[in-house]
Nanobody, 126 residues
C-alpha cells in the first residue's frame, strides 16, 4: 500500500554533506509517519530521525545531539529528506526510510513501521 524509494547515498569525505531523499507513494494514512533508519556494519539498525508528515513535526533520538542530521519534507508531504552535515566515519551505513501510520507507540522502533524502502548507501571516508 505504500512504496518508498530512497536516493542520494554516495561516498563522501569526513566533514562533508549529503542529502538523502525518500519518495513516498500509496495510501496516505499509512505514511503519516516517516522515519530514517540506518544499519552500519556490525551494528543494529537504529532510527536517526522521524517526521509526522501531516504538519511536519520532527523527532530525533537522544543520541542525535548537535543535530548533524536533519529531517524535512516537501510541501506535499510525499518526499522526505535527510540532510547530513559534518559527516563522520561512523555515519557509514545503509540508510532506509520507513513509513507508518500516525499513532505509533514508539517512533524510533523499527517494528512500528510497515513499509520500507530498499535503502541507499552512505560511505564516509577520511
Amino acid at each position: 500500500q505504500v512504496q518508498l524509494v530512497e536516493s542520494g547515498g554516495d561516498s563522501a569525505q569526513v566533514g562533508g554533506s549529503l542529502t538523502l531523499t525518500c519518495v513516498a507513494s500509496g495510501t496516505a494514512y499509512f505514511r503519516k509517519s516517516i522515519a530514517w533508519f540506518r544499519r552500519a556494519p556490525r551494528k543494529e539498525r537504529e532510527a536517526v530521525a522521524a517526521i509526522y508528515t501531516d504538519g511536519g513535526k520532527t523527532f530525533y533520538p537522544d543520541f542525535e545531539t548537535g543535530r548533524r542530521l536533519t529531517i524535512s519534507q516537501n510541501n506535499a508531504g510525499d518526499t522526505v529528506y535527510l540532510q547530513m552535515n559534518n559527516l563522520k566515519p561512523e555515519d557509514t551505513a545503509m540508510y532506509y526510510c520507513a513509513a507508518g501510520s500516525w499513532n505509533l507507540r514508539d517512533r524510533f522502533a523499527a517494528s512500528e513501521y510497515e513499509a520500507w524502502g530498499q535503502g541507499t548507501l552512505v560511505a564516509v571516508s577520511s
